[in-house]
C-alpha cells in the first residue's frame, strides 16, 4: 500500500527545491492554484504551468530563501518565507513573505502569497 506523504513532508520537498531553484515542482498538483501578488486579481491561476511561469520570474529576483517559520494544521500551513532579493535596479533587500498552503491526495493544492507589492513595483521595471 502506497503511503501518502504528508504536508509537512511535501512542504519540506516544495522549500529545498525552491531554495534551490530546482525540483520544487515535483509536489504540486497538475490543478495547483495560485494566488497573491496581486490585489486587483483576486482570482486564482489555475495549473502547474501558469504557477511555474510566476516562479521563473520571481526567480530573477530573489538569491536565498529559508523558511522561518511553519505552522501545520491538517492539509493547511502557513509558512513565513525570508527572501534575499536583487532587484534589476540593483536594489538588494532581505523580506517575509505569508505563504498559506493546501494539501491533499499526497499534493500541494493551492497557494496563497501575502507580501509588499509596493516594493516589488517600485524596484522592478514593467
Same mark, same amino acid.
Given at each position: 500500500?502506497?503511503q ?9 520537498q516544495?522549500?529545498s ?10 509536489v ?6 495560485? %494566488? =497573491? ?5 483576486? *482570482?486564482p491561476?489555475? #495549473? &502547474? ?18 523558511v522561518?517559520?511553519m ?18 535596479n540593483?536594489?538588494?533587500? %532581505? =523580506? ?5 498552503? *493546501?494539501?491533499?491526495a #499526497? &499534493? ?19
Open positions: 500500500m502506497e501518502t506523504a504528508t504536508t509537512k513532508q511535501l512542504l519540506e516544495y522549500y527545491g525552491f531554495a534551490r531553484k530546482e525540483g520544487w515542482e515535483t504540486l498538483s497538475e490543478n495547483f492554484l495560485f %494566488t =497573491g501578488g496581486d490585489m486587483t486579481r483576486p *482570482e491561476l489555475v #495549473g &502547474k504551468a501558469a504557477y511555474r511561469q510566476v516562479i521563473d520570474r520571481f526567480s530573477r529576483v530573489f538569491n536565498a530563501m529559508r522561518k517559520e505552522i501545520i494544521d491538517g492539509g493547511k500551513a502557513c509558512v513565513i518565507g525570508t527572501y534575499d532579493y536583487t532587484f534589476p540593483g536594489v538588494r533587500m %532581505t =523580506g517575509d513573505v505569508a505563504e498559506i498552503w *493546501e494539501a491533499g #499526497g &499534493k500541494l493544492q493551492a497557494l496563497r502569497i501575502f507580501f509588499d507589492t509596493l516594493t516589488f513595483q517600485k524596484n522592478t521595471p514593467s
